[in-house]
């Protein structure tokens, strides 16, 4: 059976990171959105000349953009049991039909969990049997900002462009797991975004945000002051986001 060390890469600094740390790493991938920000294929790009192997793009062949999802699924997540469409249609689907390709393949996944993401680890191990996992920032003692610190002394190029505009991740633009601080600086970075989710949000039915006793906050009525993206919850939205919360 072929053996083959794969290293699934989201367009963050944490993900290419620990395949580069991991070492060894047959296959490069990462999953593009019509959402992501454009300087993340220049990233992608950079990325290959660095590490001199190619990094394989793959993309749903069903949908285009979060918002095909959510219009198709009608809403941005099951209030059930937290299925977001675009997180699983848009990376999920993918990976898997990607899997089936490589069924007779002994599988090794690299991940970019931090250290102070142990628990997520954990929790991909036990729901993904079907490959071995390997933790490279973990097994280091690596915090993300440690990483980010990494990345700048081995490496000369630039980080994605939406790290340095404040964002704590390199997740596509408006992305629905952003929290009220998240929110109000799309408005501001990115106002065409923020207006296009706000209409999406009252075709569907449903709302992004949800205040404390869970009752919701629609972005068209959203204070421009609420929030704090500095103290927000927000995590990195790719397959390593799915697998830990499966």
Known sequence: MKKLKVCWVSAGISSFMAGYLAGDVDEWIYIDIADQHEDSIRFIKDCEKAIGKEIQILKSSEYRCVEDCVRTFGGFRSPANGFAP??????????????EQHKDCELTYVWGFDLKEKNRAERTIEANPQATHEFPLIDRNLSKEEVHGLFEQTFGFARPLMYDLGYPNNNCIGCVKGGMGYWNRIRKDFPEVF??????????????LKDGKGNP???DELEPNRGNMNTEIFPDCGIMCYLAQQ
Not at 86 to 99: H, M, Y
Not at 195 to 208: F, H, Q, T
């Open 86 to 99: 675009c997180t699983n249609w848009l990376k999920k689907r993918v990976r898997k039909e990607w899997e």
């Open 195 to 208: 207006e296009s989710r706000a209409k999406l949000e009252r075709e569907v039915g449903y709302s992004i």
């Open 217 to 219: 906050v629609y972005l």
